[in-house]
């Protein structure tokens, strides 16, 4: 019988920036990741019951076996909350249960300076491209076989991003950081991924 | 998911469907009689371990990540028609 794989092989925690700039590229990583049969989660996710941020984010890093983090945003005013769940993140890896993290720049040699103590691993660089976050993701998260084409995945980010669209109107929102269209873009992400012969039921295919 | 039994069900091979040589096949591509793709798992000796077709399999596998997402079936539903909406739009 085909093993049925648990949500939390197959849970990915996405840690990146919640700003206007950066929905392109939340698109893509969704498109990615669900095309290869992954889960993304994200702590839009958890409804705020007043346990505070920190515990929701906690939660869901516990729950998935791999993480991305994102630490493209560096400027003024500083934000250290991707750092921050980087470190956590790394303690998960270090003291817990199996845990695998990436990471994610926009410029080269940039983390290098900014975060020294990550020397030696090797982060993505996606220059702020979808295409290069799409071809980085399908690399970093290699299956062993039936592993989808870039071009493909690109095919369904274009059509995830015009979902993507719809639900804002929908919502009425002007982005899409919000519970209900993140969990609805990985629906459709799924959908899609379906449709394109990208998830399969037995993977040892 | 379909009944087991090491009796083979009725299908017709097809190109991919070739036994590795050992008993068992990897990977075969079946069809059912009504012309439907199916996965079949088979084991050393020949024998089907699981069988089933990909409409099913593929629905299955969608439920179990809407289950991680604690995910309604309305929201599915509704997600779907926004696709075929925009499919349909686009002419794609």
């Given at each position: 019988m085909a093993r049925r794989f648990r949500s939390d092989d197959k849970s990915v925690f996405l840690n990146v920036p919640f700003d206007a700039g950066y929905e392109r590229n939340l698109i893509a990583l969704i498109a990615s990741l669900t095309a290869l049969g992954q889960i993304p989660h994200c702590v839009l996710e958890l409804p705020e019951l007043g346990s505070g941020r920190l515990k929701r984010l906690l939660k869901h890093l516990r729950s998935c076996r791999t993480s991305i983090h994102d630490l493209?945003?560096?400027?003024?005013?500083?934000?250290f909350n991707m750092p921050f769940e980087l470190g956590l993140a790394c303690a998960q890896a270090e003291y817990r249960k199996p845990h695998s993290y990436f990471v994610m720049e926009?410029?080269?040699?940039r983390l290098d300076r900014n975060?020294?103590?990550?020397?030696g691993r090797d982060p993505l660089i996606h220059h702020g491209s979808p295409k290069r976050i799409i071809s980085g993701v399908l690399n970093m998260l290699?299956?062993?076989?039936?592993n989808p084409h870039p071009k493909e995945v690109f095919n369904n980010f274009k059509r995830l991003s015009g979902i993507a669209e719809k639900l804002k109107h929908d919502y009425g929102e002007?982005?899409?950081?919000s519970r209900a269209i993140f969990i609805e873009l990985v629906v459709a992400g799924t959908e899609l991924a379906i449709t394109s012969g990208h998830v399969k039921k037995y993977k040892n295919f | 998911m379909a009944k087991l039994s090491n009796k083979a069900p009725a299908t017709k091979r097809t190109?991919?469907?070739?036994?590795?040589?050992?008993?068992a096949r990897n990977g075969a591509t079946d069809r059912s009689v009504a012309g439907k793709k199916l996965y079949a798992v088979r084991d050393a000796q020949g024998r089907f371990v699981d069988i089933q077709t990909y409409e099913r399999a593929h629905i299955a596998t969608a439920n179990e990540i809407y289950r991680a997402l604690r995910v309604k079936p309305e929201t599915v539903k509704r997600v779907q028609q926004i696709i075929r909406d925009l499919e349909a739009k686009t002419g794609k």
């Open positions: 493209s945003r560096v400027g003024v005013p500083v934000r926009k410029a080269p040699y975060l020294s103590d990550l020397k290699r299956r062993k076989t039936r002007s982005t899409i950081f | 190109k991919n469907s070739a036994p590795t040589g050992n008993g």
